[in-house]
Antibody
Framework: EVQLLESGGGLVQPGGSLRLSCAAS????????MSWLRQPPGMGLEWVSG????????FYSDSVKGRFTISRDNSKNMLYLQMDNLRAEDTALYYC??????????????WGQGTLVTVSS | QSALTQPASVSGSPGQSITISCTGT?????????VSWYQQPPGKAPKLIIY???KRPSGVSNRFSGSKSGNTASLTISGLQAEDEADYYC??????????FGGGTRLTVL
């Protein structure tokens, strides 16, 4: 069974940093691209960033480009999101999700349960 | 880039069929078949129900179907059941190598 478990969320001040982690199991991690997505409280879904299976190529939404960095460690089956210069509008439940193939921005199945990031002073 | 356009809410009675539209542009929905739909019950993580415009993952009821015409994709749910009550989101690949979601549609089963 594929499982994705996010961690690392919490309360951080504007301008601060946070690193999210996603532990993956139940599939050949290096064979699949992965993404981070988020959902502000009471609002809709937003794709944040994606990374290919090898980790050689990364993709970002305009809203986080230059502030967030996605990475992965295929030896540990781990996905990461380094978030710097955080803003109030980054407050959201952050999900990691498994993509459909090695090099794709396509569809996500499954999603983790999410980790909550709150940016506030 | 603006979100894909979905109706904020739809409703239907048990047994009826409903359709949720998802309108984009020639830079996303109109140019790629990488359109997917997700179901999100209250308080739960999203679940994939349609991918590549028309395909259903294993285990998803055949009451769910997808289609596309031009810049608009659609999700149809036939034989509505109380358990279908949830938020539904469409998603598309874009020409700038990003992904974009619709604003979401709240389905109420009357």
């Amino acid at each position: 069974e594929v499982q994705l478990l996010e961690s690392g969320g919490g309360l951080v001040q504007p301008g601060g940093s946070l690193r999210l982690s996603c532990a993956a199991s139940g599939f050949t991690f290096r064979s699949y691209a992965m993404s981070w997505l988020r959902q502000p409280p009471g609002m809709g879904l937003e794709w944040v960033s994606g990374i290919t299976g090898s980790g050689s190529t990364t993709f970002y939404s305009d809203s986080v480009k230059g502030r967030f960095t996605i990475s992965r460690d295929n030896s540990k089956n781990m996905l990461y999101l380094q978030m710097d210069n955080l803003r109030a509008e980054d407050t959201a439940l952050y999900y990691c999700a498994k993509d459909s193939g090695t090099y794709s921005l396509s569809y996500f199945d499954p999603w983790g349960q999410g980790t909550l990031v709150t940016v506030s002073s | 880039q603006s979100a894909l356009t979905q109706p904020a809410s739809v409703s239907g009675s048990p047994g009826q069929s409903i359709t949720i539209s998802c309108t984009g542009t020639s830079s996303d929905v109109g140019s790629y078949n990488r359109v997917s739909w997700y179901q999100q019950p209250p308080g739960k993580a999203p679940k994939l129900i349609i991918y590549d415009v028309t395909k259903r993952p294993s285990g998803v009821s055949n009451r769910f179907s997808g289609s596309k015409s031009g810049n608009t994709a659609s999700l149809t749910i036939s034989g509505l059941q109380a358990e279908d009550e949830a938020d539904y989101y469409c998603n598309s690949f874009t020409r700038t190598y990003t992904l974009i979601f619709g604003g979401g549609t709240r389905l109420t089963v009357l």
